[in-house]
């Protein structure tokens, strides 16, 4: 029954928009956070009856090619913790009721529209999907209508539209050489004519529109700005699943499962992901800006994925998943950390605010574990899925990269520790001497983020067999 | 394929990219907001001819056009999107040249 | 094949005039213009249906858009037209040979793309091939659809509440 993961979310903003609005208004923050709670639900039992059942009258209206294997569901967990965690957060951050039922409404659209990417197999789909995702991110971003927002809402479209048009070119590239644009016929007729000429410039043109989408260096200019000017259940929206799931799972999806992993492809692979980290973690520490910091830091952490991805074996690819999965989750973490801190002191600016620790407790405490699983640190969730990293390019004889991989890990603990000390630790300035802890709804999502981060990290002895090297394949 | 298949491509794919070249040229050397979302118009009509011609080439013009039609809504709301957000942006600046409105670091 | 050639080169000075002009509203008729002659190629490359799409939508709505947009948005002043022009001028006149050159270049070059085109296919129909096999896109466009009127209404609301 994976259609209703789609066709869900998207009758019941239908529904919610219905002339009745009055009773509607109220109703649309509680479906969104519902619904990403119940796909969570969903996707902790797998095995359960709802995944097995044929399609019965629905089946017969719509003949999706929708697949749910181990890496989707990997996915659609994420999309619904994230979800919910944004549409727990923004029922805090948005306080005008009009703009919180738009603003539901979009994240349920997104829902259907991310879980659509997860699950199609077939390229031009796979661009409907990123292009709804990419539409509902411009108007996300451009929420706000501040001249800030509005400017990195459009250098967001004029990128992601060139992006879409380099996947396009790809696209009918392969079309032309297949004749269908459905995953396995694609990878049938590249084995079949092993790369030529026309094949290499349709898989490049594919690949550089998706490095585009997901924020890879030479083609990052469009992340940080959209990521830190937009509000901030969005950015922890964005930066979360959003990009993940448009960019990065993408790339796993059509490196892995089409273009077949072919060594040139895992070269450069190799090569971006090792510049993509090194240029996130230097940018990230010259910046003073919270926000901006972490989006840096996610651009760093993306190129890990990618390294991951680039060594080509099967623990690499289960490595880049689980990556992905950890990245999900903390990245969430320190962008509500950040919303926590904006919303309470009014600036994301890291220098004008200090000691915010011994006012807000359980945000600086959240926010230490999420930095220290980002920057991979024993036992938390981060520092195993580098280990993998790690070991799948060792492994491999990607020794330069490995170093690589873990320096830039150290440089990642020296910004965050820098961070650290900055906004949460020390003595805190007169200014904010009377602040508190931020609400309810912005507590409980860090507390469940932060708990998700520690518990992966000590039980991952048990996961490790049962869920994530099976991810490779 | 037949030779002159190839040559057919060929000479559409010279056009296709002479397209491309002009539209990136705009994009990049505008300061205009609107003059960047016409070279990104540019851009997609070139994909649209590269997805007709491939069409035509192999045969498969019943797929070819059920893609560009949903192509076309897409950009189309693109675009509205787009606009919108130029005039947002003329609404607070009273201005849609890049140069006076980029505050942005790098 | 030789009109088809002919169409090309129009269709490239159309984009270039598009880029080249100096007025907005000019670039948006040479959009326009450029949509109109891409129609006429996809009409003469067996795709009429979509053709029909690209001049209804492309040529006709996205220009009206656009011609709105610069309707909305103040224009410059007289000299300060003018004086735009020449700075334009500046940064553009390299196009057209840069243009020219890179398809002289690519002309004289053989490249081997080894094209091995597939079998062709079994369902000729359009309609049949959008409403049966590519249900996907359908319900993606529908959903951009909905997606697009709240972009509208939360882009405008914020227009009109300032």
Redesign the interface.
Request: contains cysteine; aromatic residues 10%.
């Given at each position: 029954m994976s259609h209703l993961l789609?066709l869900v979310p998207?009758c019941c903003?239908?529904i919610l928009n219905l002339p009745i609005r009055k009773v509607m208004r109220s109703l649309a923050p509680v479906a969104a956070i519902v619904l990403s709670l119940l796909q969570v639900v969903m996707v902790l039992c797998f095995d359960c009856h709802f995944w097995q059942t044929q399609f019965g009258i629905i089946g017969t209206f719509?003949?999706?090619?929708?697949v749910v294997d181990r890496l989707a569901i990997l996915m659609l967990l994420c999309i619904g913790i994230v979800s919910f965690v944004t549409a727990v957060i923004a029922r805090v951050l948005i306080k005008e009721r009009?703009e919180r039922f738009?603003f539901a409404?979009?994240l349920l659209?997104s829902l259907?529209?991310l879980n659509?990417i997860v699950m199609?197999r077939?390229i031009?789909?796979l661009y409907?999907?990123l292009?709804?995702a990419a539409?509902?991110s411009?108007?996300l971003i451009?929420?706000k209508?501040n001249l800030l927002a509005y400017e990195g809402a459009f250098k967001y479209i004029i990128f992601s539209a060139i992006a879409s048009i380099f996947l396009l070119c790809g696209t009918s590239l392969l079309l032309?050489?297949?004749?269908?644009t459905d995953f396995s016929l694609i990878n049938a007729?590249l084995t079949a004519?092993a790369f030529?000429?026309?094949i290499i410039l349709a898989v490049g043109l594919f690949l550089v529109g998706l490095f585009i989408k997901a924020g890879v260096v030479p083609f990052h200019w469009w992340l940080p700005d959209a990521y830190s000017e937009a509000p901030s259940p969005v950015s922890v929206y964005l930066a979360g699943i959003v990009t993940k799931a448009v960019g990065v799972y993408a790339l796993i999806r059509v490196a892995v499962s089409v273009f077949g992993m072919h060594k040139s492809i895992c070269t450069v692979f190799l090569l971006l992901g090792a510049v993509t980290i090194v240029v996130g973690a230097v940018a990230a520490i010259t910046q003073t800006d919270f926000k901006r910091m972490l989006s840096y830091s996610s651009i760093s952490q993306v190129g890990y994925i990618i390294l991951a991805l680039g060594s080509a074996s099967p623990l690499g690819i289960a490595a880049a998943c689980f990556h992905l999965f950890n990245h999900a989750i903390f990245k969430s973490l320190l962008f509500v950390n950040a919303a926590a801190v904006e919303l309470q002191t009014g600036t994301r600016d890291m220098d004008k605010v200090s000691g915010l620790s011994q006012r807000m407790p359980i945000t600086g405490l959240t926010s230490v574990l999420g930095s220290l699983s980002c920057a991979g640190i024993p036992p938390l969730a981060g520092f195993w899925s580098k280990l993998l990293i790690v070991i799948a390019l060792l492994s491999t004889g990607h020794f330069v990269y490995a170093v690589v991989a873990v320096l830039a890990s150290v440089v990642t603990l020296g910004y965050f520790l820098v961070m650290q000390r900055k906004v949460f630790f020390g003595k805190i300035s007169e200014e904010f001497s009377n602040i508190k802890e931020a609400g309810l709804g912005i507590v409980v999502p860090e507390i469940i983020l932060a708990a998700i981060t520690v518990g992966i990290g000590i039980f991952f002895p048990v996961i490790l067999n049962r869920f994530i090297l099976p991810l490779g394949g | 394929?037949s030779a002159s298949?190839?040559y057919?491509?060929?000479?559409?794919?010279?056009?296709i990219?002479?397209?491309f070249?002009?539209?990136l040229?705009?994009i990049l050397?505008?300061f205009?907001l609107?003059?960047a979302?016409?070279?990104v118009?540019?851009l997609i009509?070139a994909v649209?001819?590269l997805i007709?011609?491939a069409?035509?080439?192999?045969?498969?013009?019943?797929?070819?056009?059920?893609?560009?039609?949903?192509m076309?809504?897409?950009?189309?709301?693109v675009?509205?999107?787009a606009?919108?957000?130029?005039?947002?942006i003329?609404?607070q600046n009273?201005s849609?040249d890049v140069r006076k409105i980029r505050s942005l670091k790098g | 094949?030789h009109l088809n050639?002919l169409i090309?080169?129009v269709?490239?000075l159309a984009?270039?005039w598009?880029?080249m002009t100096r007025s907005?509203i000019r670039?948006?008729i040479g959009?326009a213009a450029?949509?109109a002659v891409?129609t006429i190629?996809?009409f003469r490359?067996?795709?009429p249906?979509?053709a029909v799409?690209?001049l209804s939508?492309?040529a006709g709505?996205?220009s009206v858009?656009?011609v709105s947009?610069?309707s909305?948005?103040?224009p410059l002043n007289k000299e300060e037209v003018l004086a735009h022009m020449k700075e334009r001028l500046g940064?553009?006149w390299v196009?057209p040979f840069?243009?020219i050159a890179?398809?002289l270049t690519?002309?004289f070059i053989q490249?081997?793309?080894?094209?091995?085109?597939?079998?062709?296919?079994a369902?000729?129909?359009?309609r049949?091939?959008?409403w049966?096999?590519?249900?996907?896109?359908?319900?993606?466009?529908i959903?951009?659809?909905?997606?697009?009127v709240?972009?509208?209404?939360?882009?405008?609301?914020?227009?009109l509440k300032?």
């Open positions: 789609i998207f903003v239908i719509f003949k999706f090619n929708l009009k738009d409404s979009l659209i259907s529209a659509g199609v077939d031009f789909s409907v999907f292009e709804i539409v509902i411009f108007i451009a929420f209508a032309i050489t297949s004749g269908s007729s004519q030529s000429p026309s | 394929m298949a190839v057919l491509f060929w000479i559409f794919g010279i056009f990219v002479m397209l070249s002009i539209g040229y705009c050397a505008t205009n609107i003059r979302l016409i070279g118009e540019i009509k649209t001819l007709i011609v069409g035509f080439l192999s045969g498969h013009t019943a797929l070819t056009q059920s893609l560009v039609i949903t076309i809504v897409i950009e189309a709301v675009m509205t999107i606009v919108g957000i130029v005039l947002g003329h609404k009273k849609l | 094949m050639y090309l080169v269709l490239v984009a270039l598009t880029v907005l670039a948006a959009l450029t949509s891409l190629i996809m490359l067996n795709s249906l979509a799409f690209e939508v492309c709505l996205i858009l656009f947009t610069i909305l948005t103040q940064r553009f196009l840069l243009v890179i398809g690519l002309s490249f081997k793309l080894n094209l091995r085109l597939p079998a062709p296919e369902e000729k129909d359009v049949a091939v959008l049966n096999l590519r249900q996907l896109d359908l319900l993606g466009q959903i951009i659809l909905i997606t697009g709240f972009g509208v209404v939360i882009l405008f609301r914020e227009r300032k």
